[in-house]
């Protein structure tokens, strides 16, 4: 509930904006034509003469979590804020003042926060350049890009996540927009995380070496990713100019030179810009796109640790719901062989959830390791408390399950399950099995050996899960 002294101009301007998102607005003041106003949209009122008077009664000021001190006298405002702040110590107080002078005092008084109408317009005029900035920016890539045919993009050398997850943000732009567009970067994508990245996300990414930089020059447009300038690339010619820069990188004004040039010096990350274009553009972002952008921003800006601002917030945000956990956790966790990473990312897309159990059969694997790495990783799946991975190595299926569930005792599922057909055994959260293929040697083709492999197996498991669950075992 709110609560709002004065009913005038801002009173009742504020009182609108809670009422619109759905809260109980009380609002005092001594004027009943200004009440009767804000009774009209739903407000609550009472009529108080403070100038007066100062009392309250028949208002319970401990029950308001949010109070705004906004009458039109500044000497009441600061009798109110004394006593409501005395009354109750919680509420979150914003007060309104005539200049900035008065700030500390009323901070010192209780205000959590003074509001000045020079410093608000100040900040609404900042707000509204940068807003028309980017609105002008937007409008001016749409341009660019419909008269294009062609657009290369170049990456920095030794492309990071940011610009790697940026530049394919402008190439599903560009595409959108039909336009033909190539990522090129020079140097080496050295780094396992990112070559991982690459891999999972299924992103194609061109190596220029220096002797075929000239092929760049066969494209309409060229654009910059995540540098402000050629000189962070050993692939530009003494020719080359470029199109479009967006970049969050501080650079002096004078290296840059393109026809749009889009530099957000305070933001954390490029893919922080990029999806603010791929929302106001309303493209649709896939989760690989959504997964890379969300982890260029995590590296950027060392999962929040180094500076960013609000709009890297609302990328996070937007991107929030479209990512792909399961990838993210493998792309931010790379020490692991791209081997076990195939089979892990093997377990994910064969994933099959049943109520709170996963199960996945990821077929002929190299290692027995792969397979408890996978029934690690599917145990972190929001809501599932038991996995199961099915694997082949040779001539035995092998299986890992793992379990957080404090009524299914995993080894003794496994055991029951398995231990007739070949060896079986581990502890209440983790398990093993492993069987020999003999009984199933009659087919020749190994897809169909592991399909019905891994549905027998899952049906034995699902027999014995159903006899624990009801406690017959
Ligand atoms: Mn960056």
Redesign the pocket.
């Known amino acids: 509930m709110s609560l709002i002294f004065g009913a005038g101009k801002i009173g009742y301007a504020v009182a609108l904006a809670l009422k619109k998102r759905g809260k109980k607005v009380v609002v005092l003041d001594k004027n009943m034509e200004a009440l009767s106003r804000v009774e009209g949209i739903g407000c609550k009122t009472y009529l108080f003469d403070f100038t007066k008077s100062f009392n309250l009664i028949g208002i319970d000021i401990t029950s308001f979590r949010e109070i705004v001190i906004t009458t039109s006298n500044h000497k009441v405002n600061i009798e109110a804020l004394k006593i409501v702040r005395e009354l109750n110590k919680e509420a979150l107080i914003i007060i309104n003042a005539p200049s900035s002078d008065h700030i500390s005092i009323l901070k010192k008084l209780g205000a959590d926060f003074v509001i000045t109408p020079d410093r608000s317009i100040a900040q609404i005029i900042i707000n509204q350049l940068e807003l028309s900035i980017y609105w002008r920016n937007k409008d001016l890539l749409k341009k660019i890009l419909s008269k294009a045919k062609s657009l290369a993009i170049i990456m920095h050398d030794n492309p ?1 996540p ?2 790697m997850s940026s530049a394919y943000a402008l190439k599903t732009i560009a595409e959108d927009m039909k336009v033909v567009t190539d990522i090129y970067y020079g140097g080496d994508i050295g780094h396992e995380g990112n070559k991982m990245m690459i891999d999972l996300l299924k992103w194609n990414f061109k190596k220029i070496p220096e002797h075929r930089k000239y092929i760049l020059k066969e494209y309409d447009k060229i654009a910059l990713i ?1 540098m402000p300038n050629l000189s962070n690339t050993s692939i530009s010619t003494s020719e080359l100019r470029p199109d479009i820069i967006i970049d ?2 501080y650079t002096e004004g004078e290296k840059i030179n393109a026809e749009l040039v889009d530099i957000r010096p305070k933001v954390g ?2 893919a922080t810009i990029m999806t603010s274009y791929l929302r106001d553009f309303n493209i649709e972002v896939n989760e690989q796109l959504a997964t890379g952008l969300l982890y260029g921003i995590l590296v ?1 800006t060392d999962n929040f640790k180094r500076s960013f601002e609000k709009e890297d917030i609302d990328a996070v945000y937007y991107l929030k719901p479209k990512i792909n956990k399961e990838l993210l956790n493998i792309i931010e966790n790379p020490n692991i062989s791209s081997r076990t990473l195939e089979v892990l990312s093997k377990a994910i897309s064969n994933k099959k959830i049943y109520d709170k159990f996963v199960i996945s059969n990821v077929g002929y694997v190299e290692t027995r390791e792969s397979l408890s790495q996978s029934a690690d990783l599917l145990l972190k799946l929001e809501g599932i408390t038991v996995s199961l991975v099915i694997g082949i190595i040779e001539d035995h299926a092998y299986i890992s399950a793992r379990s957080r569930d404090h009524i299914i005792d995993i080894s003794k599922v496994i055991t029951k399950t398995f231990s007739k057909m070949g060896s079986a055994g581990g502890h209440m959260n983790f398990a093993a099995a492993k069987i020999s293929l003999g009984a199933f040697s009659y087919t020749e083709d190994r897809d169909v050996l592991v399909r019905i492999v891994g549905d027998t197996i899952s049906d034995y498991f699902f027999k014995t899960l159903k006899l624990n669950i009801k406690g017959s075992i």
């Open positions: 990071d940011d610009a995540d969050h990188h990350a490029t950027d």
